[in-house]
């Protein structure tokens, strides 16, 4: 039986995971955490369930505490319900000859965030030195205003906008928790002014491209910004880490990860609300 710090420690992260729970008899394996196996990989869950909101992290260049923001993405990639699902993460780390210790650290972080970031096709133009061009006026459609928030005007390429549709509208058929918010799932930004932009990063001495860029993947009009709520006290877009751990837990945010990919879809995992269409090139 596992201790009384463990016990708290497990409830914690499956509260934050969003993995099923039952009743506390059992809880060890019930919860999923540890999934049964052997000894070591019992430890190595009970470790997950420690660092989940303490590893000291910073895989996109700014440090975070924890890892409960991409818990929803390391899922996903593990292909379990649950991130601290040992046995598949050792699988996994084997697999990239790393030590299969079934503990998630950042050494395991950096590859996965890696992973992430090769889905976007616009991250492998700019390690190519490639600013995209943005495509002229008459290349981008606008979407319909309950489609967006706010009275600007949101533009971006035809093919994305039809994807975005369908997107949608699954969305909202297979998470009907979607439904009591009309806000959720509808764009806050898409194609942005280059210009603009990069005056922006400059203006605001924010150009490292974490949160801004002087060529942002706005200026494709491919890449949108979704409304998925906010923290108290935060803007929809706000990196702020209480804001992204927020969004992180959101049923809107967890059924974009597992679904948003069957539409052409990938986020930037550093903002939960920044996704890109890839069905066409940047």
């Known amino acids: 039986m596992a201790r009384p710090l463990a016990l708290l420690a497990l409830i914690g992260a499956v509260a ?10 059992g809880l060890a394996w019930r919860t999923g955490l540890w999934c049964g196996g052997n000894r070591a990989e019992r430890q190595a869950a009970g470790a997950n369930a420690a660092s989940l909101q303490t590893l000291p992290i910073d895989p996109f260049g700014r440090p975070e505490q924890g ?3 991409y818990a929803p993405s390391l899922q996903r990639d593990l292909r379990t319900p649950c991130p601290g699902f040992a046995g598949s993460l050792a699988r996994w780390q084997s697999h990239r000859g790393l030590p299969p210790s079934g503990v998630l650290d950042a050494a ?3 590859p996965m ?14 390690a190519q030195g490639v600013c995209p061009i943005p495509p002229p006026d008459q290349a981008l459609v606008s ?16 093919g994305a906008l039809k994807a975005y549709r369908r997107m949608v509208a699954a969305a909202r058929r297979e998470a009907p928790e979607l439904e009591g918010d009309p806000n959720l ?3 806050f930004s898409a194609w942005r002014d280059p210009d603009a932009d990069a005056a922006r990063c400059a203006q605001e001495g924010n150009c490292q491209g974490i949160v801004r860029a002087a060529c942002s993947a706005h200026r494709t009009g491919l890449a949108i910004d979704l409304m998925l709520g906010a923290a108290p006290g935060f803007t929809a877009d706000s990196s702020i880490d209480a804001n ?7 049923p809107a945010y967890r059924w974009l990860v597992r679904g948003a990919g069957r539409f052409g879809f990938v986020n930037y995992a550093f903002e939960p609300w ?3 269409w890839t069905g066409e090139a940047p």
């Open 16 to 25: 934050v995971s969003g993995c099923a729970t039952a009743p506390v008899r």
């Open 67 to 69: 890892w409960a923001i």
């Open 108 to 110: 395991s972080l950096t």
């Open 113 to 126: 965030k890696s992973d992430w970031q090769a889905r976007r096709p616009f991250v492998a133009l700019r």
């Open 143 to 158: 979407t319909s205003p309950a489609e967006s928030l706010g009275d600007r005007p949101i533009r971006l390429r035809p």
């Open 185 to 187: 799932l509808r764009i």
């Open 244 to 250: 992204r751990l927020f969004q992180s837990r959101t």
């Open 274 to 276: 920044h996704w890109e």
